[in-house]
């Protein structure tokens, strides 16, 4: 059965850090590019970053520098940290995977949220 577990969000500060995890079970893993998505209120679902099988990283042009993502392997886990938060990356985040090869299934955690307000 496969499983993507997101976990560590929750309300921050303006100016304020997160880490973000995705815990994931029922596939083989590092085979998988993993990518963070969000979604605010009443906003269409968009791409936050992604880290291929490989390692490779590419992120949404608005959010360079500030949020970070990475991948275990070993732990089966991809993290996003999120730095110098703001009132707009208030959200759910959700991890998705995707396996490299033509026609690869597609995965969804359930989401976490993400509030940032003082």
């Known amino acids: 059965q496969v499983q993507l577990v997101e976990s560590g969000g929750g309300l921050v500060q303006p100016g304020g850090s997160l880490r973000l995890s995705c815990a994931a079970s029922?596939?083989?893993?590092?085979?998988?590019?993993m990518s963070w998505y969000r979604q605010a209120p009443e906003k269409e679902r968009e791409l936050v970053a992604r880290?291929?099988?490989?390692?490779?990283?590419n992120y949404a042009d608005s959010l360079k520098g500030r949020f970070t993502i990475s991948r275990d392997n070993a732990r089966n886990t991809v993290y996003l940290q999120m730095n110098s938060l703001k009132p707009e990356d208030t959200a759910v985040y959700y991890c998705?995977?995707?396996?490299?090869?033509?026609?690869?299934?597609?995965?969804w955690g359930q989401g976490t949220q993400v509030t940032v307000s003082s």
């Open positions: 998705h995977a995707k396996g490299w090869w033509s026609n690869a299934p597609d995965y």
């Open positions: 029922g596939f083989t893993f590092s085979n998988y590019a």
């Open positions: 880290i291929a099988t490989t390692g490779s990283t």
